[in-house]
């Protein structure tokens, strides 16, 4: 009964919200459809982390939005993003220099474009409203060698872990002109 009774009070609450105008779930941005994720530009000397880090970015943007992935000439939007630094840190180190504990850190700037290839903004700064159009985030992860992680395992996380954050921009507002 007390399970019935909470239920009850949950749709109630769901019902009333939706309402008042709330809504659940990703706000796909209005008048974009098709998106562009070019491989990232990498200013690393870690080869191959921007293939990954676009790779994982595309397949969180198929899974988790409502956008089509598309080429950058057919899309309403463009995300284009910039490997700034990939740091190591060695947090507990064993004999012969083995790392025991290790976190890696990768930091990546993003930019969105329009169809006609003008920097869109991404956020508004809270403290005067004004654009943001370019972000830039940092992600990290750790790695316990005693429990079976490496710095492989650590990196696909960070990788992981960035690519939610990059794809959550690509959510919601503000909107933009598609055409004349």
Known sequence: MRDLNTTFLALILIVNLSGC????????????????????????????????LTFAVQREIKETLPYLLSLEDDADLTLKGTI????ESV???????????????????VQLFDRMGNLLPITRQA???????????????????????????????AIKEMAERIAQILAGPPSIKTGP
């Open 84 to 87: 700034l630094s990939i740091n």
């Open 21 to 52: 105008g709330y809504t659940f779930g990703v706000v796909a941005r209005e008048n974009v459809r098709k998106v562009a994720v070019p491989v990232f530009e990498n200013k690393t000397l870690r080869r191959a982390f921007e293939k990954d």
């Open 127 to 157: 403290s005067d409203n004004q654009a943001m159009t370019q972000m830039v985030l940092t992600d990290q992860a750790e790695f316990v060698l005693s429990r079976g992680e490496t710095r492989d395992t650590a990196t696909r996380e």
């Open 91 to 109: 947090l507990v180190e064993g004999r012969d220099d083995q790392v025991l504990e290790g976190l890696i850190q990768i930091t990546v700037q």
